[in-house]
């Protein structure tokens, strides 16, 4: 069974960090495109980071300086690294894999997703 599961959110004060991680089951993510994704209430899904399985990466502008994507193969997981964190970045944050194709902010690329974890920031 194909399996993305997030961890290592929490509520955060603003300017602090949090990394994501995004682990894999059932398959590998050494030839998978692997995009982070946000939604806030109310809001659309947005898209915020991406890695190739070739390592390049690409940051949305909202987060450019702030986030890092990278991948560890060796242990089938993702990372996303949040610094300066700020309260519009309170969110559920999912991981997707896209198993064949080049990555994009594009959800509906993606064939499989995680269940999603809580990021808050607040005083």
């Known amino acids: 069974q194909l399996q993305l599961v997030e961890s290592g959110g929490g509520l955060v004060q603003p300017g602090g960090s949090l990394r994501l991680s995004c682990a894999a089951s059932?398959?590998?993510?050494?030839?998978?495109?692997i995009g982070w994704f946000r939604q806030a209430p109310g809001k659309a899904r947005e898209g915020v980071s991406y890695i190739t399985s070739g390592g390049r990466t690409n940051v949305a502008d909202s987060v450019k300086g702030r986030f890092t994507i990278s991948r560890d193969n060796a242990k089938n997981t993702v990372y996303l690294q949040m610094n300066s964190l700020k309260s519009e970045d309170t969110a559920i944050y999912y991981c997707a894999a896209r198993r064949l194709g080049w990555p994009s902010f594009n959800g509906a690329l993606y064939d499989c997703w995680g269940q999603g974890t809580q990021v808050t920031v607040s005083s």
């Open positions: 059932g398959f590998t993510l050494d030839y998978s495109a």
